[in-house]
Nanobody, 116 residues
Framework: QVHFVESGGSSVQPGGSLRLSCTAS????????WGWFRQAPGKQRELVAA???????NYSDSVNGRFAISRDNPKSTVYLQMNDLKPEDTGVYYC??????????WGQGTQVTVSS
């Protein structure tokens, strides 16, 4: 059975940093593209960062230059380093995997709140 467990979310002030982790089980981690999604209050879930099997990365315009996604295949874990956080980064963050399409399996997410 596939499980994604996200962690690392917290409440921080603008300009602060957080590192999110997502550990997967029940899946051949290294064979998948991994992504971090964000769902802000009252908004649809959006993809903010993705990392390929070859570790190439892509970011949404809203986080490019501030966030960094990485992966540790032996640990079946994907990370999201978030720097210079802004109030608009507030939301629940989820990881997900993709071969041809993003999975319809989601974890519980981790809450990030950026507020002064």
């Amino acid at each position: 059975q596939v499980h994604f467990v996200e962690s690392g979310g917290s409440s921080v002030q603008p300009g602060g940093s957080l590192r999110l982790s997502c550990t997967a089980s029940g899946i051949a981690f290294l064979n998948y593209v991994w992504g971090w999604f964000r769902q802000a209050p009252g908004k649809q879930r959006e993809l903010v960062a993705a990392i390929s099997t070859a570790a190439s990365t892509n970011y949404s315009d809203s986080v490019n230059g501030r966030f960094a996604i990485s992966r540790d295949n032996p640990k079946s874990t994907v990370y999201l380093q978030m720097n210079d956080l802004k109030p608009e980064d507030t939301g629940v963050y989820y990881c997900n995997s993709r071969r041809s399409t993003w999975s319809d399996h989601w974890g519980q997410g981790t809450q990030v709140t950026v507020s002064s």
